[in-house]
């Protein structure tokens, strides 16, 4: 199944629809960078890959605008930390 991701500017949160339910994952900005604050995945959406969908879109989001990533979502944080090509954006991991 293909998913898309939708950008919501106005609520801070990317999206991904499915019949009547949505999955998201809500940001803050700053300076320079972008916080992903909370990942939520409704339970009729669970064990589709929606989650690690949605993960690998925000992150290649962040890199594609230069943005560094302050992984506060425990789910955030755990998908960058197996996936290393991320690292290098991520303000966690990479400590300059």
Same mark, same amino acid.
């Given at each position: 199944?293909?998913?898309?991701?939708?950008?919501?500017?106005?609520?801070?949160?990317?999206?991904?629809?499915?019949?009547?339910?949505?999955?998201?994952?809500?940001?803050?900005?700053?300076?320079?960078?972008?916080?992903?604050?909370?990942?939520?995945?409704?339970?009729?959406?669970?064990?589709?890959?929606?989650? !690690? $969908? #949605?993960?690998?879109? %925000?992150?290649?989001?962040?890199?594609?605008?230069?943005?560094? /990533?302050?992984?506060?979502? !425990? $789910? #955030?944080?755990?998908? %960058?930390?197996?996936?290393?090509?991320?690292?290098?954006?991520? /303000?966690?991991?990479?400590?300059?």
């Amino acid at each position: 199944m293909s998913h898309t991701l939708i950008h919501n500017e106005s609520k801070h949160q990317f999206e991904v629809h499915l019949n009547d339910s949505i999955a998201f994952a809500a940001y803050e900005r700053f300076e320079n960078g972008i916080t992903y604050t909370h990942t939520e995945v409704p339970t009729e959406m669970s064990g589709q890959g929606v989650g !690690s $969908f #949605i993960a690998k879109g %925000i992150l290649d989001y962040a890199k594609e605008n230069n943005l560094q /990533v302050k992984p506060e979502c !425990s $789910f #955030i944080l755990s998908y %960058i930390d197996k996936h290393p090509e991320y690292q290098d954006i991520s /303000v966690v991991h990479n400590k300059k």
